[in-house]
């Protein structure tokens, strides 16, 4: 079975960036839906952002013009662009592809 691959979370201070890359560790012949979820101690794993395969995003009302979703094709990889960080930002972030998950990485703002 396909697994998914996470990678780029890192301690950041607020106001920082931060890129995460998502990969898949076999091929996946056809592809729907792609996203990024997060989940921060206590809560619920919450939607960020998704990107259909055409590349028609959407986002989360708390990242709206802070995080941007991206994705190439050929080979599949998901990426999402952070700006402006917030503590509020912490959590683990999960990719998602067609309903697979990955192991997640980790996101801490702080100073």
């Known amino acids: 079975q396909v697994q998914l691959v996470e990678s780029g979370g890192d301690l950041v201070q607020p106001g920082g960036s931060l890129r995460l890359s998502c990969a898949p560790s076999g091929r996946i012949d056809r592809v729907y839906n792609m996203g990024w979820y997060r989940q921060a101690p206590g809560k619920q794993r919450e939607m960020v952002a998704r990107?259909?395969?055409?590349?028609?995003?959407t986002y989360a009302d708390s990242v709206k013009g802070r995080f941007t979703i991206s994705r190439d094709m050929a080979p599949l990889r998901v990426y999402l662009g952070m700006t402006s960080l917030r503590p509020e930002d912490t959590a683990v972030y999960f990719c998602?592809?067609?309903?697979?998950w990955g192991q997640g990485t980790q996101v801490t703002v702080s100073s």
């Open positions: 990107i259909t395969a055409a590349g028609w995003p």
């Open positions: 998602n592809i067609d309903n697979v």
